[in-house]
């Protein structure tokens, strides 16, 4: 029987979620039912609400989902109902990258994450008389009460009583920022590395570099109370992005330039900065979703020296190995995320998102109860 639920539609590109009944598909081989507690609110969805990136409308959005599996589709083994879980990107399994351990650059990642249906093509939900509701963006659509997930992007989590607000965050904005530290750039102790943009993503790469050990370690931001967040949270300089020559600001303590730089901006001029201030062979890592449009000037001469420029997607991390190390982190002190998250009730989406843009807050998480 399909799922009777309640979802934050997106009907047009930049207009405001309504809340409306959809009924769910049953879940096919595969795939799971969750019943969705929180879910984080990330810089893709807002993106992908106000800018034209393809995706079929209308459709429901939400990507960082945490709930609890309420019913199982052929084949799934390793989830039963009742279990407790943190949803993250689909992926395929077959392909060569998932094969060898890479299920974040799958060869079916657009299909599977962006396509708004499901991977067996079904259309996931429908409206009041039947209308199609698209869905399965990032293998969930979790601004709902109810989604439908995979085995293979739902994370199963120990029932010890780590709250829905602190779990939803892992699913993409907390593994993607902490992963391109741990896993992608993998610093040393000692090693200089510097975060440009202090959102949830950079926030997350940042308190990763201080759990290594980095040092100096950067925040750079054009919002001087998220820099003093920053410094809480280990950085050892603040650079206030009003300006001023940010190259320049880092040569003054580094003169032979960073080790490792993270943007989170997706701002040309501000990734050129980056590559600009990087000392030889030194990396710059690139994660942001950008507009439409959107380019970076660069002289190919700022890259000799071995230097690079790179793309990473979800921090370089395979959600079902790396959460679990993620949350064992935070259970240790380690990474105190949850200090970056307001909590909104579903009903208050649009305020949240509202927030979020206007830099009120870090990490808004929907709780649906």
């Known amino acids: 029987m399909p799922t009777t639920a309640t979802a934050a539609v997106l009907r047009a590109r930049g207009a405001p979620y ?32 106000n800018n034209e990136q393809g995706l079929p409308l209308p459709q429901v959005l939400g990507h960082e989902g945490a709930g609890e599996v309420l019913a199982t589709g052929p084949g799934v083994s390793r989830l039963a109902v009742g ?8 992926s395929c399994g077959s392909c060569p990258n998932c094969a060898a351990a890479r299920p974040q650059y799958c060869g ?25 509701i698209y869905g399965g963006f990032f293998g969930q659509s979790s601004f709902a009460t109810h989604a439908l997930a995979y085995e293979r992007n739902a994370v199963k989590m120990a029932d010890d009583g780590l709250p829905w607000e602190v779990l939803a965050p892992f ?30 993503v950079g926030l997350a790469a940042l308190m990763a570099a201080a759990d290594l050990g980095c040092a100096p370690l950067f925040a750079i931001d054009r919002n001087p109370a998220r820099l003093e967040l920053a410094r809480s949270l280990g950085a050892t300089h603040t650079i206030v992005a009003d300006g001023r020559d940010v190259m320049a600001a880092i040569r003054e303590v580094l003169p032979l330039g960073l080790d490792f730089a993270v943007d989170t901006t ?14 030889t062979r030194g990396q710059l890592v690139m994660l942001a979703v950008t507009p439409p449009g959107t380019e970076i000037t660069l002289n190919p001469n700022m890259l000799l020296g071995g230097k690079a420029l790179r793309g990473v997607v979800e921090g370089d991390a395979d959600p079902q190995a790396f959460i679990p190390q993620l949350i064992a982190r935070h259970r240790a002190g380690r990474f105190p995320h949850d200090r970056l998250v307001t909590t909104y009730p579903f009903a208050a989406i649009n305020e949240a998102v509202a927030d ?11 709780m649906m109860d």
């Open 356 to 366: 979020m843009r206007a830099g009120k807050v870090i990490k808004p998480v929907l």
């Open 266 to 279: 997706g701002v040309g001029p501000v990734i050129r900065a980056g590559v600009e201030a990087l000392a």
């Open 83 to 90: 279990d407790r879980v943190v949803l993250s990107y689909a």
């Open 108 to 132: 079916q990642f657009m299909a599977l994450n962006y396509a708004g249906v499901l991977d067996d093509g079904r259309v996931p939900m429908a409206g009041p008389g039947g209308e199609p």
């Open 18 to 49: 309504a809340l409306e009944p959809v009924e769910l598909v049953e879940p096919g081989p595969g795939q799971v039912l969750v019943r969705i507690r929180a879910c984080g609110i990330c810089h893709t969805d807002v993106g992908v609400q």
């Open 171 to 200: 699913g993409c904005g907390m593994q993607t920022g902490s992963g391109t530290v741990y896993n992608a750039l993998a610093p040393r102790a000692g090693q200089s590395l510097a975060v440009f943009g202090t959102g949830s």
